[in-house]
């Protein structure tokens, strides 16, 4: 067990060296110049020289690099090309916006697939499954972007419930009011997302329906329904487990566009402006962090996967 | 325990899978449904306790000592399950949980009629591990299936069927998934413990060598119907349908040749 | 070509099959004509309710939402095409190589696979626009890439089965070389998996590419984009509610119709289940 977390942890730092790699080299092809950017459009080219010299841009680019890397595992993330302000610090502050997003809308997302998948399986023969199969199905197809919009329109417009847009200037000082403010982007992504977990339970207890195990437990003295519940849930939990890893991926891309619909200042929305405006220190070490938060969760699942499956416990 | 049905019969996906076979198990009998594949044999077992796959209906009359079974409310179905009729399975490889101990999978039908309390629970489940002459049973309770290989897995399976001392077992081909030596191993297993709990027996199974060995009387199933019945030295000795005359006599071309070598 | 009359047996398949080549009708005739100039604005004709003359309204520089709609299925089709063949090529080249090669290429692009599976597809597009410009062509390299490691993860797990089947090592054995083997016997088999996969590779890039033109790096505002449309509207919403249902309505009716027809074609072409339900008529 503890040879397989050691593995597991040696790829996840291959996996973040490779991905820090592929960011850096694929924003270094850049056209754009940055120190054009700073210097504006009368700036002369002595000027713009002078700019990039002072940011160390015209360094050698593995030297750049480990330069970056370096400063990265000191938690010094760089600084913005264009304020000059650590990225480190606004990261933080973003990320107190971004990381409970995510988290809400996960909850959320697991809250509602989870429950009405298995229901779903449960009442497969009857009109009630069928609906909410279908539902899922249509919902999952929804692009977040108009989810969002519907949302906006249902709960915030009409039944004016919740606030529509922005988040509160003190941000986590104000518990309740920031709270609020995530309600509405949390639950465009959760539905959406909800109904991919959804689909996916479903099939895995229409699966668990079938196994034989579930018929041996019914036969040992209890119900189809309470064999299926004690013991084929359980395994279909499992599963559902192992597919949280993926769904981080989608929910942290819903959060990078759920912040620019509802104007949350996050770390999506800045990732967004920042790629305008060409800062690439900002970029490449945003980028970093939100695959670096990808490979963290995967690994994470993977272990958990691995303890809680005894059949796994125990390989090399 | 005595086992009387009538008339069941069976649809399954749009086809009459069982079609009005009728038998008889006294008190302590051993009956061996015998058939080809597509015979309806083990769907004729399942549809006893209520257990057919989805989608499958039963109609007809299952009665055991005297309680009509078929059309019988799920929550009632399940205080029979496991305590008044064991069921062992075909597949060892399937028909346990893999997450769970196997002391725990056995010992649960005890807990489940309450015949056991949570502390008694791996006490209980060592006593069954030791009957089904599992090696090591202090160890083994707190394996896993996947730890045990496919004939303990079958006592394993043979042990919760037992647990609660049923008068009635079913076993729907257990020995048909496990090779020859296990097969004889299990075979006689089984056959000792029916015999020292004094159980009613339903045994399933393609085999005809099986069935001599482990039943007294014999209902040979072909396509759904039953086909003929009748106590297994008649069946063996002086078979009357064609169909069981053909089972016979490939049976005893195979044992032919096991003798000449 | 059975598989494709058991698809269109089902409601689901039927329905996703009619509204593709619907999709694909209408890019088609798109590229020739449309209602009206899908650019064309009207200052006097702003906001503008559903009529006869402007089936789904205007918008707020005056076009008429209905050509744009109906413009936009060209860029749609053209996405959800490319994508999926970009993704197809990535999928198979990185499969192959990472099932059959050698030990020491198979390993690293293993962990390669891994590590791209964590991009997630947006997060590509935005690296790649941030270098080549916001443009169709970032979504559909984006999406080729980002679907096509998905592909390549599901198919070297498939050809790494077939490759171990019997009759590939007997093939193998009587002397094919490891390409003829791949061409005859493992590509055949894992077809249908394969298929099922581009068919919801379709749906991911129609998705993407309306998140990517809402976040403005995907279509430029010269061609018409179902994401852009929702980008300019959405803004309005509150007080024109009924004009961004079009577009939104046109993206989610697309992406059902290509995952209900991957979903029947799953179930048409999965092997388990064609031999459970032999098994059920036992």
Known sequence: MLRFVAIRVALLVLGLLVAAVLIFLTLRVLPGDVAQVIGGTRATAEQVARIRTGLGLDRPIPVQFLDWIGGVLHGDLGRSLITGTPVATELGAKLAVTLPLAGLSLVLGLGLGIPLGVLSAVLHRRVGGFLIAAAAQAVAAVPVVFAGVLLVLLLGAWLHLLPVQGFPLDGWREPGRAFASLILPALTIGVVEGAVVLRFTRSATLEALGQDHVRTAAAKGMTMTRALVTHGLPGVLLSVIAVIGLEIAALLVGAVIVESLFQLPGVGRMLVTDVANRDLEKVQSELLVLTGLILVVGAVVDVLHRVLDPRLREQA | ?261 | MTWLREVLRRPAGAFGAVVIVLLVAAAVVAVFWTPQDPFETDPFHRWLGPSAAHLFGTDRVGRDIFSYVFAATRTTVLVAVLSSVVAALVGLLLASIGALGPRWVREPVAVLIDVLIAFPVLLIAIMLSAVLGASLGTVITAVGIGFGVNIARVARGEIRRVARTGYVLAGRASGLGPWRSLTDHVLPNIAPVFIVQLSLSAGVAVLSEAGLSFLGYGAPPSTPSWGRLLSDLQNYVTIYPLTVVWPGLAITVSVLAFNLFGDALREATDPRLRSSRRRSER
């Open chain 2, 1 to 261: 325990m005595t086992l009387v049905v009538r008339g069941l019969t069976v649809r399954f996906g749009g086809r009459t899978a069982v079609d009005g076979v009728s038998f008889t198990v006294p008190d302590g009998g051993r009956l061996g449904i015998i058939g080809g594949s597509g015979s309806g044999k083990s769907l004729t077992t399942l549809a006893i306790l209520g257990l057919l796959p989805e989608g499958a209906t039963a109609t007809g009359s299952v009665l055991l000592d005297g309680v009509e079974l078929l059309g019988m409310r799920e929550r009632e179905l399940a205080r029979i399950r496991g305590l008044r009729v064991g069921v062992v399975f075909q597949d060892p490889q399937t028909a346990l949980n893999p997450l769970r101990t196997v002391g725990r999978q056995l010992a649960e039908p005890l807990r489940l009629h309450g015949l056991a309390t949570r502390r008694q629970q791996r006490a209980e489940a060592v006593r069954l591990a030791a009957l089904v002459r599992l090696p090591d049973p202090e160890q083994l309770v707190d394996l896993y299936p996947h730890q045990l290989s496919g004939g303990q897995r079958q006592r394993v399976a043979i042990g919760i069927a037992l647990a609660c001392a049923p008068g009635l077992l079913l076993a729907d081909e257990p020995t048909t998934a496990l090779d020859v030596t296990t097969q004889a191993a299990i075979l006689a297993l089984f056959d000792g413990l029916v015999e020292d709990t004094g159980a009613s027996l339903v045994f399933v199974t393609h085999d005809l060598a099986v069935l001599a060995r482990i039943s007294t009387d014999v209902l040979v199933l072909s396509e759904g119907r039953a086909i003929e019945s009748g106590p297994v030295e008649r069946i063996l000795g002086a078979p009357q349908q064609p169909v069981t005359a053909a089972l016979v006599a490939a049976a005893r071309a195979t044992s032919f040749r096991a003798d000449e070598s």
